[in-house]
């Protein structure tokens, strides 16, 4: 299939096309997009033809005698990445406006050498993170954010991952059921993913209205591709081990086309955690026809089938037992052999139609529709009525015991045996071996007995299929100094949940039953039937079984904007109004909610706003003061609606937008050796509801707490400066204060998957005043970058993270876990403290050295270059850095041992590498 | 003409990239495992036991014990208790495993190094476990915890099969303890019948009263975490297999599942309703005079007399269950053929002696009906032993061997002396039966008979002429 798709493409390329010709003048101003400066020697030449002239002091051109028709006009400078733009040449006199051009070595190099070390399997489970590699400013301050705090997930403001709006070629990349964006859609395609533009906090973009915390857009269309060949190889020690990728661009041709290919693979037998793998393709092509001066149609598809083990947080136990804060609990010897029971296999293909229609040349529509269609799988052991196979279960752990010298015991002979450690799969076949049984009634067919190895033991993967189709148009229309930006998205995204068997690890079948309820409800032989349509199924490998449902699930918006500059001020306003509606469809009747878990839920339906506004008052060309207000209502996300999704159609009862305000106002200084910027946010979270799920061992279940009425406070200072020395220093420094907290005490009703008891209904959680879990809510940095002239550099940075919080458990906050336990004793403050780990300090490095190939070998007839990046991160090797951690939901109500089910941490990699050789010929 | 050559080798690069493979991911599948390990057991069940006494002791020595598993937590009857048993007794291991029966299931042959485990006692059951539990009075042993099982308990062969040790309630003394017992005979106490294992509700244990026909009872408990808690007794008599333990003074019984009962024969005795009772126990209700049955029983039984061949009384009919037999005496003549079940209602039905043979007299007909059909396997016995215990014997089917029949020569009619070598009785033939004018053996001869009684004597009573082989 993907070859076809190749070959497809190439036929595509072989369409002739038209030219014109006649004679005109094109003049412009070119800017530096960071600084603003003039860009001064910048070349400007019309392709195919020997028309060239340089950029004055001014940053002006002018190129005269061009001929009529289409023209390609490239703009190149050393220090920035090369411009090209087509023009229907035909009137006498064009004004290309103002070209702002990005400085080329910090952000390519920053792009080519993944300074973040979070894994892409920790992207996709974190309902937080902001992903680093989207923002495309490059002032001292976001580069801080996106780059050099990413590694210790610093999350900016402490946001949550929706409060960021994402676009990859039209398409928001927000999963609608969790609110997150699906950044893994394109991951390994970073060559043709450059073209970027983001804004941070509340500034405005004219793609969208943006979200609370920022946005970006990402252009991937062949037109925005470089013209060069690339291919690079990496190795590190991180997630993959390594990187190959190659990547084509054609630039646009004479003719109107332009197309681009990439592809890479990145593996690892073995991740920087133990028993961690990583096996992923990417690929993407792209072609675009550009259609007169006016018209460009593109069309995009990519595609990152990718498979890796993960590695998952333990206890602090585990990790000292092991001696390693790298400890992976998810993987276990199988004859010898590592084996990971937690898979991540997914295939996400997306496809994307985009049109620009340049109406005129202030003024241009772009519409895209787009579709992603795929499925994504995490595999899990699953068992019935065996022990449980984790070998970090609490009851395997040296502190269950209550006898020290047992206890000592159990520890050495956990330390000793590294084996003991992990997952015995040997043992999990052995049992399902020697588990022959007989289903009376299978597959629902009285008298069918089926008889064989009855699995206890299984790899089931949970499964999301993804189905997801969106149109969005936005208009950009500009007169004189006032910007006019209106659009229209529309999001359909029909996502299925269910299980599926992977594994029968030896045995011959599973059953579709539910251990826990045949022991709940001994009188109802009902109850335990996942699915009362096909009672005591038969299930083989690649059978679905457990929960299946459907969410279904549409989001239309409308937004308009505002912006406008003056020689004093700048200000713009802007306005979105949207509609969200969802339910939920059961495919299976569970035996125990035989009445709400087949069939469609009640449609949920939300009508909700955002409007921002700004003011930036100019002091002087290099001094600004600004501020911006926010004010929107987030509809409440699927999966914190339906209490147990899993199971029934079972909501919250009168689910109603939660509200968020956010103000931001600050300093900038714009100078050309001086930066500076100070900004202070406040931003306040109002009538949240959030339902955690967690996986509770005695109760064989997903439990659900529901928190409604959750308040949350996030405000805080970012300072960064940034100073050029002479001889090509730089030096820099940012801060990021912030004190994210809760405000309100939310109240908590906790249900489970197996029962339809409420265990707790409206119980009070005493939340107000804990940190929210955020990651650092300080992060320092002190950065030297030298620059040779001889085309290398290397930058130092010099960072420190503070006051990171642990996730609390509510239920550990509430009335019942501190009863009967004296008011302010140190048990009592044991119960209810919040912990903060210990600030920590770290040193990254990371260089690069261009090298032009053709110098030495005058055969060369196209521009060849080796790059070489290098980054080093955590160069002091600090294992010790928590970067967050979260209790777990469960708590010990019996003996009110806070450590019984002992706090989870993450702990930041070590030292760790990414070098990268990239050969390319423009 | 460059580009199309760039675009071949871009095309062909990615189609290497996206083919080639590096990681594998392929898993072999363990072999099954079942084979003894090379390990030598030194100590018996019964002299690890021995170790006990009376006060908690740790093993240091390097015994090793084998045995095979009796009892595992597939039920949910028991709880992170293994009982394993050799020839010599049985004993209860703590583990800190539950669901332990997918390793150490029931059958399973096992190896269990005992040096540095722990022999103490919980209310007098002997257990072995891998600490020392303060938290009872007086301390008791703990579980062996799940991550150190490994070093203690190795796994051998599969299904080997235990023999229940069949006992009488009264013989299950303490050497039995945590041993695999089979009572047979036995049923629920009359209040235990119909009712629930154990509260599976609740999860509360219970206990339920086992009974033999002679009265003996002994405990018979369940855990409400049992799978079966919410099963029924049953309200017949039969085999019950268990693991014997005790709590304290008191004995109590656990099944594994409830297939270790099997009670589906009539119960032992009366005070049950309307319901069946035995025969012996009606027999057992004469008080040495005529009365009066009062309680609403009936019993059932196959008839073992021929009324077609007239060799008795129009209006008896004598049955037999597996307890005994007894004659019914109806208000008239009746055609209860030979091998055929029948019930019979003795509500206030007169019990009494005719000419010393028991019957329950004037039955009204109505009071019988059939429901079935059987047979009767007659006892082989001696006319000694038919003499001496007659009242177990009294109306059920005998084979004698051996018998000469006197006077030589004559006709079954009337009484003949019958001889087997251990005693003489009295062979009885009515002179209108139908065989009356036949002429008996002369040589030697096996008789298969009722057991009757005239006067003072024994006597027996022929169906038919193949009763004469």
């Not at chain 1, 279904?552 to 306005?575: I, M, Y």
């Not at chain 2, 990615?14 to 072999?31: Q, R, W, Y």
């Not at chain 2, 059958?107 to 540095?116: A, D, E, L, S």
């Not at chain 2, 079954?412 to 062979?427: E, H, M, Q, V, W």
Request: hydrophobic letters at 35%; one cysteine or more.
């Amino acid at each position: 299939m993907k070859i076809i798709k190749c070959i497809s493409l190439l036929i595509l390329l072989l369409f002739p096309t038209w030219i014109l010709a006649q004679n005109s003048k094109i003049s412009g101003n070119l800017i530096d997009n960071e600084s603003g400066q003039a860009i001064q020697n910048a070349s400007i030449q019309i392709v195919n033809s020997n028309l060239t002239v340089s950029s004055n002091e001014k940053g002006f051109f002018e190129l005269s005698n061009i001929p009529n028709g289409e023209q390609v006009i490239l703009i190149s400078h050393a220090d920035y990445v090369t411009f090209s733009r087509s023009i229907l040449v035909s009137k006498e006199q064009h004004f290309l406006g103002t070209v702002a051009l990005l400085l080329k070595e910090i952000g390519q190099v920053q792009e080519e050498v993944p300074l973040s070390t979070i894994s892409e399997s920790d992207i996709r489970e974190s309902a937080a993170i902001v992903s680093g590699a989207l923002s495309a400013s490059r002032d001292a301050f976001t580069s801080a954010v996106n780059f050099t705090f990413s590694g210790a997930r610093f999350r900016a403001r402490g946001y949550d991952g929706r409060e960021q709006v994402n676009y990859l070629n039209g398409m928001q990349l927000t999963d609608m059921v969790s609110g997150r964006s699906m950044f893994y859609v394109y991951s390994g395609l970073n060559d043709v993913m450059r073209a970027r533009e983001g804004s941070y906090g509340l500034d405005p973009v004219t793609y969208g209205i943006g979200g609370i915390g920022g946005s970006s857009n990402i252009d991937s269309r062949a037109v925005r591709q470089r013209k060069q060949l690339q291919a690079s190889y990496a190795v590190s020690n991180r997630t993959y081990e390594n990187r190959l990728m190659l990547t084509y661009g054609s630039g646009m041709n004479s003719k109107g086309w332009a197309f681009a290919l990439s592809g890479s693979k990145r593996w690892a037998d073995e991740g920087y955690a133990p028993g961690s793998y990583y096996d992923g393709y990417s690929m993407f092509a792209a072609v675009d026809k550009q259609i007169g001066l006016q018209h460009t149609i593109s069309f995009i598809a990519l595609a990152s089938p990718s498979e890796f083990g993960k590695s998952s947080p333990s206890v602090q136990e585990m990790y000292d037992l092991s001696g390693t804060n790298y400890y992976n609990p998810n993987w276990g010897y199988q004859q010898g052999e590592k084996r990971n029971a937690v898979v991540n296999k997914s295939f996400l293909p997306a496809f994307f139609l985009n049109y620009e229609y340049r109406v005129e040349d202030n003024a241009t529509l772009f519409a895209s529709v787009s579709m992603l269609n795929g499925t994504s799988k995490v595999s899990a052991l699953d068992w019935y009525n065996a022990p449980d196979p984790r070998p970090d279960y609490y009851r395997n752990l040296p502190s269950f015991q209550t006898d020290p010298i047992i206890a000592s015991m159990v520890y050495q002979q956990l330390k000793n045996n590294e084996a003991q450690r992990q997952i015995n799969w040997d043992q999990l076949y052995l049992v399902n071996y020697n588990s022959y049984a007989s289903i009376q009634n299978a597959n629902g067919i009285a008298g069918n007995t089926v008889s064989g190895l009855r699995a206890r033991y299984i790899v089931e993967d949970r499964v999301t299929e993804y189905q997801t189709t969106q149109g969005n148009l936005v208009y950009n229309k500009t007169l004189k100094n006032i910007q006019y930006s209106a659009g229209l998205s529309m999001q359909m995204q029909n996502n299925s949940y269910y299980k599926e068997v992977n594994d029968l690890l030896g045995a011959d079948f599973y059953v579709d039953l539910n251990q826990y309820a045949e022991q709940d409800f001994p009188d109802d032989p009902d109850a335990l039937q996942n699915d009362l349509n096909n009672p005591n199924r038969i299930l083989k490998e690649g059978d679905r079984f457990g929960y299946d449902y459907d969410a279904v699930l549409r989001n239309g918006a409308a937004f308009f904007q505002l912006q406008s500059q003056w020689e004093k001020f700048d200000w713009f306003a802007a306005v979105q109004l949207n509609q969200t509606s969802y339910y939920r469809n059961g495919n299976v009747k569970n035996g125990i909610f035989k009445d709400d878990s087949f069939g469609k839920s009640k449609t949920y339906s939300f009508t909700g706003y955002m409007v921002k506004t700004g003011l930036t008052y100019k002091i002087n060309g290099r001094n600004y003061l600004f501020t911006n207000l926010a004010n929107a209502s987030h509809a409440p996300l699927f999966e914190d609606v339906f209490i147990s999704a899993r199971t029934r159609n079972q909501s919250i009862e009168n689910p109603e937008q939660s509200k968020v305000f956010s103000v931001e106002g600050g300093y900038l200084l714009k100078a050309p050796s001086l930066k500076l910027r100070a900004v202070g946010y406040f931003t306040a979270f109002r009538d949240e509801v959030s339902t955690l799920s967690f996986y509770h061992e005695d109760f064989r279940s997903f439990v659900n707490y529901t928190l409604k009425g959750i308040d949350r406070n996030h405000s805080g200072m970012e300072l960064a400066a940034e100073k050029k020395l002479y001889g090509g220093f730089t030096l820099s420094a940012v801060a990021a204060i912030g004190q994210y907290y809760y405000q309100s005490r939310p109240s908590a009703t906790v249900t489970q998957d197996n029962n339809s008891e409420v265990l707790s209904n409206n119980e009070t959680i005493y939340f107000k005043n804990l940190r929210i879990a955020a990651g650092p809510q300080q992060a320092y940095t002190f950065g030297v970058n030298y620059r040779s002239k001889k085309f290398w550099f290397v930058n130092v940075n010099f960072n420190y993270f503070d006051a990171i919080y642990i996730n609390t458990n509510p239920a550990r906050r509430t009335q019942a876990a501190v009863d009967l336990i004296p008011y302010s004793s140190a048990e009592w403050n044991r119960i209810l403290s919040q912990e903060k780990v210990d600030g920590q300090f770290t040193v990254d490095v990371f260089g690069s050295w261009s090298w032009r190939l053709n110098n030495k070998f005058k055969a060369l007839k196209r521009n060849t270059f080796v790059v070489f990046n290098l980054g080093i991160n955590n160069l002091l090797n600090n294992q010790d850095f928590i970067t967050n951690g979260y209790e777990q939901l469960r708590f010990d109500f019996s003996d009110r041992n806070p450590d019984k089910f002992d706090t989870k941490y993450f702990y930041a990699y070590g030292i760790n590498y990414f070098f990268n050789i990239t050969l390319r010929m423009n | 003409m460059i580009k199309t050559n760039h675009y071949f080798i871009a095309l062909l690069l990615l189609i290497g990239i996206t083919l080639g493979s590096c990681v594998k991911n392929d898993f072999d599948n363990p072999p099954s495992d079942g084979q003894d390990p090379a390990i030598t057991p030194n100590t018996t069940i019964a002299q690890l036991k021995a170790l006990y006494n009376g006060t908690i002791v740790q093993v240091n020595t390097d015994m090793i014990i084998s045995g095979i598993v009796v009892a595992d937590d597939k039920s949910g009857n028991f709880y992170k208790s293994l009982v394993l048993q050799d020839s010599t007794g049985g004993i209860n291991i703590r583990i800190d495993q539950s669901d332990f029966y997918t390793s150490f299931p029931i059958g399973r042959k096992i190896f269990v190094k005992c040096n540095g485990l722990y022999l103490g006692a919980y209310n007098e059951l002997i257990q072995l476990g891998g600490s020392i539990d303060n938290s009872t009075s007086p301390a008791s042993v703990s579980y062996i915890p799940s991550t150190l099982i490994g070093n203690y308990i190795f796994k051998g062969v599969y299904n080997q099969e235990v023999k229940a040790k069949v006992l009488g309630i009264n013989d299950i003394s303490n050497a039995h303890q945590n041993m695999l017992i089979e009572l047979q005979n036995v049923e629920f106490a009359d209040a235990d019948t119909n009712q629930s294992y154990a509260d599976a509700i609740n999860l509360l244990s219970a206990n339920r009263t086992i009974k033999d026909c002679s009265g003996n009872t002994i405990i018979l408990r369940t855990s409400g975490y049992a799978n079966f808690a919410s099963s029924l007794t049953p309200s017949g008599k039969g085999t019950l297999r268990a693991v014997y333990q005790v709590f304290g003074t008191t004995k109590q019984l656990y099944i594994r599942d409830i297939n270790d009962v099997v009670m589906s024969d009539p119960r032992c005795s009366s005070g049950g309703g309307s319901g069946i009772v035995d025969i012996i126990s009606v027999r057992n209700l004469y008080p040495g005079s005529t009365t009066t049955i009062q309680s609403n029983i009936k019993i059932k039984g196959i008839v073992i007399s021929d009324y077609s061949n007239a060799n008795i009384d129009a209006r008896n009919v004598v049955i037999q269950d597996s307890t005994g037999g007894i004659v019914v005496r109806f208000a008239s003549g009746h055609t209860f053929a030979l091998g055929e079940e029948i019930e019979v209602n003795l509500y206030n039905q007169e019990l009494s002696k005719f000419s010393g043979l028991l019957q329950v007299n004037n039955v009204p007909n109505a009071n019988a009906i059939v429901t079935g059909s059987g047979s009767i396997t007659p006892v082989s016995t001696t006319i000694a032993q038919v003499v001496a215990n007659q009242n177990q014997y009294e109306s059920t089917l005998v084979t004698l061997s051996n018998v000469s029949i006197t006077p030589t020569g004559a006709t079954y009619g009337g009484s003949r002396n019958i001889f087997d070598g251990s005693a003489t009785s009295i062979l009885y033939t009515r002179t209108g039966a139908n065989f009356a004018n036949n002429v008996y053996p002369s040589t030697n001869v096996n008789i298969t008979a009722i057991v009757s009684y005239f006067g003072t004597a024994t006597q027996f009573t022929m169906r038919n002429l193949s009763d004469v082989q």
